[in-house]
């Protein structure tokens, strides 16, 4: 019998098993390169490059309590006192068009608990917290494999964005006063994230926020924030190394009298003239038609409507 609730600091180490339970080959990223590496010679951040914040008891004790902290909810599927699956479900506002948006960022079972109910058990509490917290939707960004799991547990594709590469020259360069910033949380409220949507705007700009202590190997980055042509916006400007890309993500304080494409534009130019520089990011599917940039991949949201 599956339980689900949500988690606490006590859960870490056993969330971190649940995780380490599908490691594929481990890799460490030096300035060369990536290699093969062996657990002994990685170190928390790198740990971080194989697989995110719940690859060791120190990063995913930080993530976990950042969440608890920030009112998100991460939860625990146990099957008596042992824990065999976590979801991660984050909720935040995102302005007049899309509103209170619920997100499930993660969702991971572990490998030999697979296949009989617990990713079924996590997604409900999911829906039934996305209910009590009045969300209408719940959407995910489903990998390949998943995408079998999301169908048969009531999600449906949504929305396509697609990954570009784009440069300064690709667009006219914009009117715009912008300056350099250190945003919290409460910042991104009503924003909606127009560029570089890869999870949802507030999933974001929490991954963002989230800082390791002398974990560089990880990117860097700034966010600046200010007006493009009347429209108010938060930009972040990330060099990743390991992905030898600049990443861009653009949040806009949104209107119901302009068009979302139209937003994401303004966006895109003006984060294109901060980081004066090519960058890869994710643009809705409308706006990728309108650039001449190359489209490197297709990113699809799937949502499950939830009944009030
Ligand atoms: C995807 C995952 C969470 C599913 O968890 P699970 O506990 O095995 O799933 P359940 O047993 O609750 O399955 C629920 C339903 O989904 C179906 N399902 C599960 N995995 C499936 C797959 N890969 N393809 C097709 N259907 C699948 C099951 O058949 C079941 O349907 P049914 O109730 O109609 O028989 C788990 O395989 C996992 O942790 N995978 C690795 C991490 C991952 O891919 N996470 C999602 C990232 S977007």
Not at 103 to 117: A, E, N, T
Not at 218 to 230: H, I, N, P, Y
Not at 277 to 290: I, K, N, W
Request: net charge negative; proline share 5%; charged share 25%.
């Amino acid at each position: 019998m599956v339980q689900v609730e949500v988690a606490s600091l006590r859960h870490v180490s056993e969330i971190v098993e649940v995780h380490h339970s599908d490691l594929g080959p481990l890799r460490a990223w030096t300035r060369g390169g990536w290699r093969e590496a062996s657990p002994e010679e990685l170190d928390p951040c790198r740990w971080v490059l194989n697989g995110g914040p719940w690859m060791s008891v120190e990063t995913c004790a930080i993530h976990i309590n950042n969440l608890l902290l920030r009112g998100q909810t991460p939860m625990v599927a146990l099957e008596g006192d042992r824990v065999v699956g976590e979801a991660e479900l984050i909720v935040g506002d995102e302005g007049c068009r899309r509103g209170l948006v619920a997100h499930v960022s993660v969702i991971q079972v572990h490998r030999d608990f697979r296949g009989r109910g617990v990713g079924r058990a996590l997604v409900e509490s999911a829906v039934e917290a996305t209910r009590d917290l009045g969300a209408r939707t719940l959407t995910v960004v489903p990998e390949d494999e998943a995408k079998g799991f999301y169908g048969a547990t009531g999600f449906r594709p949504a929305e396509r964005w697609v990954e570009v590469d784009v440069s300064p020259g690709d667009l006219p360069d914009p009117k715009m006063e912008a300056g350099l910033a250190s945003p919290d949380l409460e910042d991104f409220e009503g924003m909606e994230l127009v560029v570089g949507r890869y999870q949802s705007g507030v999933d974001v700009a929490l991954s963002l926020l989230e800082r390791f202590a002398g974990c560089d190997v990880l990117g860097t980055g700034k966010f600046w924030t200010g007006a493009v042509e009347g429209v108010e916006f938060i930009s972040h400007v990330r060099d990743v190394p390991f992905l030898g890309a600049r990443i861009v993500y653009a949040w806009v304080r949104p209107s119901s009298r302009r068009e979302r494409e139209l937003e994401a534009r303004l966006a895109l130019s003006a984060s294109l003239a901060l980081a004066g520089s090519p960058v890869r990011t994710l643009v809705p599917e409308g706006l990728a038609d309108q650039l001449r940039a190359a489209r490197r991949r297709v990113v699809e949201f799937w949502a499950r409507e939830v009944a009030p």
